[in-house]
């Protein structure tokens, strides 16, 4: 029973880290669930008491965090950095949040928010960086992946100025545009292959241009599903916050692994 029990978790969730094979319908679900879970705890447990305003200032204050976890993870793919769970997908994740909730609770204590936060982030990132950088092979995909970003994001501005939605929606908007932009890059001209199992069946049959109708699909369904399921504003725009991570940690770790793998 153990045997098989260990069997299963290798070959869903351990070896997906390593092998690069991606996501499958085990550890997709398990991942949401704790995505959902963990959104919930850190807003009642973690926010609410220290504080701490959701706004536009927490955006900014957590983005440095997110930037430094998604090129770490980038760095691995490139061969800077060693493999290790905790700078892997997802345990990345867990690495970003254990770092920046000292640092919130710090500013919270002293009053300073969110200057500490932002430092500690900004720190970290600097020196991922500074690696990204001394290790990049071509910025070719970085400015194809700009270039579609700034075009997907002409219709987005002009949507906002005639139908108003939430101001804070339009980052978790943004940021995944830019992860979109990224991906497009990457599949489309460079080969790499959807690791998530539902877009990688979509793509397959329509093409990588097919994320754009998708994933503005999504968010629109999402938005408004929130307005329905979490009456508090605050609770909700944290759901925000918490959507632009998921979208811009890629958006960034993408083209980062592209510049490190691709020259010329």
Same mark, same amino acid.
């Given at each position: 029973?153990?045997?098989?029990?260990?069997?299963?978790?290798?070959?869903?969730?351990?070896?997906?880290?390593?092998?690069?094979?991606?996501?499958?319908?085990?550890?997709?679900?398990?991942?949401?669930?704790?995505?959902?879970?963990?959104?919930?705890?850190?807003?009642?447990?973690?926010?609410?008491?220290?504080?701490?305003? /959701? &706004?536009? *200032? #927490?955006?900014?204050?957590?983005?440095?965090? +997110?930037?430094? =976890?998604?090129?770490?993870?980038?760095? $691995?793919?490139?061969?800077?950095?060693?493999?290790?769970?905790?700078?892997?997908?997802?345990?990345?994740?867990?690495?970003?949040?254990?770092?920046?909730?000292?640092?919130?609770? /710090? &500013?919270? *204590? #002293?009053?300073?928010?969110?200057?500490?936060? +932002?430092?500690? =982030?900004?720190?970290?990132?600097?020196? $991922?960086?500074?690696?990204?950088?001394?290790?990049?092979?071509?910025?070719?995909?970085?400015?194809?992946?700009?270039?579609?970003?700034?075009?997907?994001?002409?219709?987005?501005? /002009?949507?906002? *100025?005639?139908?108003?939605?939430?101001?804070?929606?339009?980052?978790?908007?943004?940021?995944?545009?830019?992860?979109?932009?990224?991906?497009?890059?990457?599949?489309?001209?460079?080969?790499?292959?959807?690791?998530?199992?539902?877009?990688?069946?979509?793509?397959?049959?329509?093409?990588?241009?097919?994320?754009?109708?998708?994933?503005?699909?999504?968010?629109?369904?999402?938005?408004?599903?929130?307005?329905?399921?979490?009456?508090?504003?605050?609770?909700?725009?944290?759901?925000?916050?918490?959507?632009?991570?998921?979208?811009?940690?890629?958006?960034?770790?993408?083209?980062?692994?592209?510049?490190?793998?691709?020259?010329?």
């Amino acid at each position: 029973m153990l045997e098989s029990l260990w069997n299963f978790i290798n070959q869903y969730f351990w070896e997906p880290m390593f092998t690069r094979s991606g996501y499958n319908a085990y550890n997709t679900f398990v991942y949401a669930f704790l995505f959902g879970f963990g959104v919930v705890c850190s807003y009642r447990y973690i926010i609410k008491p220290l504080k701490i305003k /959701v &706004d536009e *200032k #927490l955006f900014w204050a957590v983005t440095p965090m +997110v930037i430094f =976890g998604a090129t770490a993870r980038a760095l $691995v793919d490139g061969g800077v950095l060693p493999e290790n769970p905790w700078i892997l997908t997802p345990g990345i994740f867990f690495t970003a949040f254990f770092l920046i909730v000292p640092a919130l609770a /710090v &500013d919270a *204590k #002293l009053k300073t928010y969110p200057r500490i936060t +932002v430092t500690w =982030g900004l720190v970290l990132a600097l020196g $991922v960086n500074y690696l990204l950088v001394t290790n990049v092979k071509s910025w070719r995909p970085y400015e194809l992946t700009l270039l579609h970003t700034f075009v997907s994001w002409i219709p987005v501005f /002009v949507i906002y *100025k005639y139908r108003s939605f939430d101001r804070l929606y339009l980052y978790p908007i943004l940021a995944h545009l830019y992860d979109m932009g990224s991906t497009v890059v990457a599949i489309h001209f460079y080969g790499y292959r959807e690791v998530h199992w539902l877009e990688n069946i979509l793509v397959g049959h329509f093409g990588a241009y097919f994320y754009y109708p998708w994933i503005a699909f999504i968010l629109v369904i999402v938005y408004y599903g929130l307005q329905k399921l979490v009456p508090d504003e605050e609770e909700r725009r944290f759901w925000y916050l918490a959507i632009y991570i998921l979208g811009l940690g890629p958006a960034i770790r993408d083209p980062a692994q592209m510049v490190l793998q691709i020259a010329g």
